[in-house]
């Protein structure tokens, strides 16, 4: 059974950071895989925020997070990492961690390419 659980969000000021995990079980993937974050905010479409990719560790970000989010590489036990510092009340929103196969392009941040997806650990940024 395939389980990704998000944890680290929570409510900070503006400017701050926070340092969201994404833990993942069960998967079902030969070698390598995308793992991916997405946001969505009340309101609004859900948001690729940041990808990276097992198989050697490339990083896609969107442009809203560049420069202010980093993605660590995702170790043996499958837990992933987004350090997000710099934090400003747009980024406030829903977080959740996805994973996708390596034949897709994952890159590409499109919720199509993840077929796996955790609950979502929530980000609040007070100014």
């Known amino acids: 059974q395939v389980q990704l659980v998000e944890s680290g969000g929570g409510s900070v000021q503006a400017g701050g950071s926070l340092r969201l995990s994404c833990a993942a079980s069960g998967l079902p993937y030969r070698n390598y895989y995308w793992m991916g974050w997405f946001r969505q905010a009340p309101g609004k479409e859900r948001e690729g925020v940041a990808a990276i990719y097992t198989g050697g560790g490339s990083t896609t970000y969107a442009d809203s997070v560049k420069g202010r989010f980093t993605l660590s590489q995702v170790n043996p036990k499958n837990t992933g990492y987004l350090q997000m510092n710099s934090l400003k009340s747009e980024d406030a929103a829903m977080y959740c961690c996805?994973?996708?196969?390596?034949?897709?392009?994952?890159?590409?941040?499109?919720?199509?390419?993840?077929?796996?997806w955790g609950q979502g650990t929530q980000v609040t940024v007070s100014s």
């Open positions: 996805a994973t996708g196969p390596s034949w897709n392009n994952g890159g590409r941040l499109r919720p199509s390419d993840f077929d796996y």
